[in-house]
């Protein structure tokens, strides 16, 4: 189970205005300034390593604040948190390349959109695409020629100016020597809002783009073998069909939330939260108990915020199984059920249909949307994308702790997260990100856990509620073993 990775908007500051950017997010109309960099430092050093591992800093453009981009990284590395970063690569020169990779970075992702520049200029600006390109070209090679561990990303999103040759990015990444090709769907908001006309991709325009992508991988087979692909704007089943009718196999994708308990988001202002979506997208959204809201690194702790009444009621609205009852077809697709495909719960707070045409494509072709072998395999093996839909199953070894006596009496810890329903009994711990599925007779005790209650109260009532319950001390037994389990994990408290 991988710990929380966090994304951070460090700046809104950008030296290109690019057509399908969201930074306008952080535009004029915000009432914030942003953080200092002594702050920024500040909330590094509030951040958790046992928990926080891994950091990727966006903005606008980070590498816009030069020094103090670099004092960042290093702050951050020096705490042995994973630090990547996103960059247009317009100020990557050689020498400030060195310095990055000198302060820690563990990473970096160029934002490359199309093979040359009639594609990638028509959205970032005339004449950025030669000085991204050599620039990359000049890391990889200093990379490689020096043998640093470092892992160079680019990412593509997918849009009208490039969706006739996005297969040519395959063979500029490996040209390039990339290590990995992010192929990323639009989000029309910020700057992208203001281009819709431009950009966009019908829904039958993106299944024709997939198609066009995989026949184009195809016909230059090992092309693409040593560099990692992930096809973000390929839904599972769309991948599914495609694989079934052309015998490529594309990465397993993964289109997956992980808000509140993998995934968070800093924005350039100093606030955490479960992710960037409820942060803009749906800023009024209301979880938990009324004024339970805390965001403000610079104001609270790291576990004020992320242990809050409002993060927990998140947890308990987007693990909610409900949630997607009009998500067509997600509604009745098992690659939600196995924890592949678990597309932003969000927007089920709008409370219209929400439909996928690329799952409905691949349902009219295929029939009903099952697993492929492939995706089945990778559930068995437990290679899955991990979150809080489907959670890895733990085995807690229970310990037979002192102190467990009848008048004993346990509270739930600060901060930990439950749903416990017919379809979705899981426990998730902030502070090991770790989750645990439990029985019904588990269940039940957690809830009956209330910091008043002993064993002895929680024995007697788990005899009184059973139909046809088993010998007193049977119980006694189960209820001490259970407690003793969450006991060491840390899910409960003794008073």
């Known amino acids: 189970m991988g710990a929380l990775s966090l994304k951070w908007d460090i700046t809104g500051r950008c030296n290109l205005k690019c057509k399908h950017c969201l930074v306008d997010m952080f535009g004029a109309g915000r009432r914030h300034q942003e953080i200092t960099h002594d702050e920024r430092l500040e909330i590094v050093d509030k951040l958790p390593p046992s928990v926080v591992q891994h950091i990727n800093i966006l ?27 996103n960059t247009n690569g317009i100020l990557l020169d ?84 990339v290590d990995s090709l992010n192929l990323l769907p639009i989000d029309y908001a910020g700057y992208a809002a203001d281009h819709i006309k431009e950009l966009y ?74 992710c960037d979506r409820v942060a803009f997208d749906f800023s009024d959204a209301s979880f938990g108990e009324p004024g339970s809201r805390k965001t403000s690194l610079t104001d609270y702790e790291f576990y004020e915020v992320w242990n809050s009444g409002f993060v927990t009621g998140m947890f308990q609205f987007i693990s909610n199984r409900d949630v997607y009852s009009k998500y067509i077809p997600c509604d009745h697709c ?21 439909v996928f045409q690329q799952c409905l494509f691949a349902e009219r072709e295929l029939g009903r949307l099952r697993l492929s072998e492939r995706y ?11 979150n ?7 085995e807690v070894h229970v310990e037979q702790l002192d102190g467990l006596s009848p008048g004993s009496c346990f509270r739930k810890a600060e901060g930990i997260r439950w ?39 929680l024995t007697r009532r788990l005899e009184q509620e059973m139909v046809d319950p088993p010998r007193p001390e049977t119980i006694d037994r189960d209820v001490r073993q259970f407690i003793g389990a969450l006991l060491s994990e840390g899910l409960v408290i003794a008073i």
């Open 388 to 394: 809080q839909y489907q959670p890895r199953k733990r």
């Open 94 to 177: 050689r020498g400030f390349t060195e310095k990055v990779i000198e302060a820690g970075a563990a990473g970096i992702i160029f934002s490359v959109d199309g093979p040359g520049s009639e594609y990638h200029d028509a959205v970032r600006g005339q004449g950025t695409f030669e000085k991204t390109v050599y620039n990359l070209c000049q890391l990889t090679d200093y990379v490689h020629s020096n043998n640093i561990p470092f892992e160079v990303t680019v990412n593509t999103v997918v849009n009208a100016h490039n969706a006739d040759v996005i297969g040519r990015m395959v063979d500029l990444c490996v040209d390039c020597g």
């Open 59 to 85: 903005g606008g453009e980070p590498t816009v604040l030069r020094d103090d981009f670099l004092e960042l990284v290093k702050k951050c590395a020096s705490k042995a948190i994973k630090t990547t970063f």
């Open 201 to 274: 991709l019908s829904d039958l325009d993106e299944i024709k783009t997939a198609e066009r992508f995989v026949k184009y991988v195809c016909q230059r087979p090992g092309k693409a073998s040593g560099l990692n692909l992930d096809c973000r704007f390929i839904l599972p089943p769309l991948a599914d069909y495609l694989e079934r009718k052309y015998g490529y196999a594309l990465p397993l994708t993964r289109n997956c939330c992980g808000a509140t308990t993998t995934f968070g988001y800093i924005d350039p202002y100093g606030n955490l939260y479960p």
């Open 376 to 386: 089945s395999e990778a559930r068995m093996n437990g290679s899955h994308y991990l």
């Open 334 to 354: 098992d690659y939600l059920d196995a924890g592949f495909c678990v597309p932003c719960p969000l927007y089920a707070l709008n409370e219209k249909e929400v």
């Open 419 to 457: 749903s416990m329903r017919d379809d979705h009994e899981v426990l998730f711990n902030p502070f090991s990100s770790k989750f645990y599925s439990v029985n019904p007779l588990g269940r039940r005790i957690w809830t009956l856990i209330d910091g008043t209650s002993t064993i002895e109260d």
